[in-house]
């Protein structure tokens, strides 16, 4: 069995800066589950465009609001009790009107120490 806290994690390998914000890692591939658990906080005026080539990723809002976007232009309003789901490996805007958190699910799960690449003029993905 695996008990693990956010207060825990804090300030450990597990608290990374991934590039726009603060992703604190609950379970990653190592803790054997199948899939990587975050709670992830993303700052009022982040507006990024990313991609996960090599996982799936569903994300929780349950602090905040923003947008949601796919690369056709279509948006959606991110606030506390909403899902969305990147089934496909979508390429994706996100955008953050007020300091807002998620639980993040990733499969396969993350290591733990990915980052985005934030500089280029690519997409970030991992």
Excluded at 70 to 98: C, Q, S
Excluded at 114 to 121: A, C, F, R, T
Aim: charged share 30%.
């Amino acid at each position: 069995m695996i008990v693990r806290s956010l207060k825990e994690i804090e300030s450990t390998e597990r608290d990374v800066n991934w590039g726009q914000g603060q992703s604190r890692r609950l379970l990653l591939e190592r803790d054997g589950m199948g899939f990587a658990l975050t709670d992830t906080e993303i700052p009022k005026g982040v507006d990024i465009i990313i991609e996960y080539r090599n996982h799936l990723e569903a994300c929780y809002c349950f602090e905040g609001s923003g947008e949601i976007q796919d690369m056709d232009g279509n948006a959606w309003p991110i606030e506390p009790g909403v899902v969305y789901a990147l089934d496909k490996h979508d390429k994706h805007r996100l955008r953050a009107f007020t300091d807002m958190r998620l639980i993040s699910v990733f499969n396969p799960p993350i290591k733990g120490d990915e980052v985005h690449n934030l500089d280029g003029d690519d997409t970030s993905s991992y």
